[in-house]
């Protein structure tokens, strides 16, 4: 079956520019996760939601960050104005459950590069 | 302030011998570990998984040992096999996950 998608693959763009960022999770999967990798680091979380509420965004690094889910399936995650330290690639991950303990599936990421 | 620490960036071991990749954290609430492996250019990929109430989990070649006195997590696998290169994150969940920085295997044929 299908597993979790994200486009696009890769994305380059100029320091100010805004920028969306598309996953598309397992279907059926609840919950929807987006991470932050940076080089030579581990995922970092961002942002989760059930279904197409947003219930945790602590890890926004700033409100140049924004993430939708509006019908509970797909979500973007967009970034405004956006800088060389967003360089990075973003990793999005699906669960079937409720629980933030429920095993994610993670799409191949999108690397962003901000030049 | 890095919760989940990998603290081997690499790590190299002849095919058919056993790998043990480490891992430490710090934050006792945790109640939840699990491996995920990554292949260069994919996302990171569910290996195993052990909760806070055991202290091994067997799955095939794969065994996860936690010892929550010493606040330390393992992967062993054996007999490690050429497949099994890639980079090796260990999780940690409270009301999320946090990740270490990873652990990059290579099994020499």
């Known amino acids: 079956g299908a597993g979790v998608s994200q486009s696009p693959r890769y994305k380059v763009a100029k320091r100010g520019q805004d920028v969306a960022l598309r996953c598309d999770p397992i279907?059926?999967?609840?919950?929807l996760f987006w991470y932050q990798q940076a080089l030579g680091q581990g995922p970092e979380f961002l942002t989760y939601?059930?279904?197409?509420?947003?219930?945790?965004k602590s890890g926004l690094p700033s409100d140049r960050f924004f993430a939708e889910r509006p019908e509970g399936s797909v979500s973007t995650l967009k970034i405004q104005r956006t800088q060389q330290e967003d360089s990075a690639v973003y990793l999005c991950?699906?669960?079937?459950?409720?629980?933030?303990?429920?095993?994610?599936?993670f799409g191949p990421g999108t690397r962003l590069l901000v030049l | 302030d890095q919760q989940v620490k990998q603290n081997s960036p690499s790590l190299s071991v002849q095919e058919g011998r056993i790998s043990i990749l480490n891992c430490d954290y710090t934050?006792?609430?945790?109640?939840?570990f699990l491996w995920y492996k990554k292949y260069p250019a994919e996302g990171p990929t569910f290996l195993i998984s052990?909760?806070?109430?055991?202290d091994k989990n067997e799955d095939g070649r794969f065994t996860v040992f936690l010892n929550k006195s010493a606040k330390h997590l393992s992967l062993h696998i054996v007999p490690s096999q050429p497949g099994d290169s890639a980079v090796y994150f260990c999780?940690?969940?409270?009301?999320?996950?946090?990740f270490g920085t990873g652990t990059s295997l290579t099994v020499i044929p």
């Open positions: 991950a699906s669960s079937l459950g409720r629980g933030a303990g429920e095993t994610q599936y």
């Open positions: 279907s059926g999967h609840v919950s």
């Open positions: 939601f059930q279904n197409e509420a947003q219930l945790d």
């Open positions: 934050n006792s609430m945790f109640d939840y």
């Open positions: 052990i909760s806070s109430i055991k």
């Open positions: 999780a940690a969940r409270t009301n999320q996950f946090y």
